[in-house]
């Protein structure tokens, strides 16, 4: 098996200094290269280095400031009551989070609902808006 390191770098590479908005341009900056790649291979590549589509564009998670599950695209937590939590994203960051939200499956987390840079969230309780709190404790709760 080839070693995707220098594929990875370049891949990387390319990201930080133009904007890609399709992952089909992508493979073709990487064929320009001289890297035998396919759009499964690259989409492949997206999820091993963990680079997301953030406002209309593939961002590497650690361009987009902080580290973590959600690679600094949470920006701030609220509490509207018991059972609605508002989280402030990234501009077109919200459906991302809202995802691995969903993917979680957090007990008493009936739902999400994902603007540009906002989503809301529905608790059947206040145990799961407090696991919510815990889960963000780490990243900006305020």
């Not at 501009?91 to 979680?104: E, F, N, Q, T």
């Amino acid at each position: 098996m080839k070693d995707k390191s220098p594929r990875h770098e370049a891949l990387i590479k390319l990201l930080k200094e133009r904007k890609f908005s399709k992952q089909t341009e992508v493979v073709s900056a990487l064929k320009k290269l001289g890297y035998d790649v396919t759009q499964a291979s690259v989409s492949r590549d997206f999820a091993e280095l963990g680079i997301d589509k953030v406002a209309g564009r593939y961002l590497p998670r650690s361009e987009l400031g902080g580290q973590g599950e959600f690679g600094g695209l949470v920006s701030g937590v609220e509490f509207a009551s018991p059972f609605l939590s508002v989280i402030r994203t990234s501009a077109g960051a919200a459906s991302i989070v809202a995802a691995k939200l969903d993917k979680r499956a957090i007990n008493g987390v009936l739902g999400t609902i994902a603007g540009d840079d906002t989503i809301f969230v529905a608790t059947k309780t206040k145990a799961a808006q407090n696991q919510l709190k815990h889960l963000f404790l780490g990243h900006l709760y305020r």
